[in-house]
């Protein structure tokens, strides 16, 4: 099992960054992707960004390229995510998420960061 925790959110002028941190424990060395999801009131849950563990390929949704940044500290055990140009739209719960070598899914979740941007 993995256990995962963020930190780092909370509210934000327009136009502002925040950084996003996950710090994973448990069978860290079985994990495969590292990602991060986020959820807006009344909206699903919906892909943000993932990095492999091993190696920096990484994969971003549309609509945060050139934004947003994932990155990792494998000595850490750690994800993190940065965020620039927040705009309001980018309001939501950000949820860590892990999936491991042996699974075709993200099983191991957070327990989710609030990310608040005013206008």
């Known amino acids: 099992q993995v256990q995962l925790v963020e930190s780092g959110g909370g509210l934000v002028q327009a136009g502002g960054s925040l950084r996003l941190s996950c710090v994973a424990s448990?069978?860290?060395?079985?994990?495969?992707?590292l990602g991060w999801f986020r959820q807006a009131p009344g909206k699903e849950r919906e892909f943000v960004a993932q990095i492999r563990r091993s190696g920096w390929t990484t994969t971003y949704a549309d609509s945060v390229k050139g934004r947003f940044t994932i990155s990792k500290d494998n000595a850490k055990n750690t994800v993190y995510l940065q965020m620039n140009s927040l705009t309001p739209e980018d309001t939501a719960v950000y949820y860590c998420a892990a999936r491991m070598v042996y699974s075709d899914n993200y099983a191991y979740w957070g327990q989710g960061a609030q990310v608040t941007v005013s206008s």
């Open positions: 448990g069978r860290t060395s079985s994990m495969h992707l």
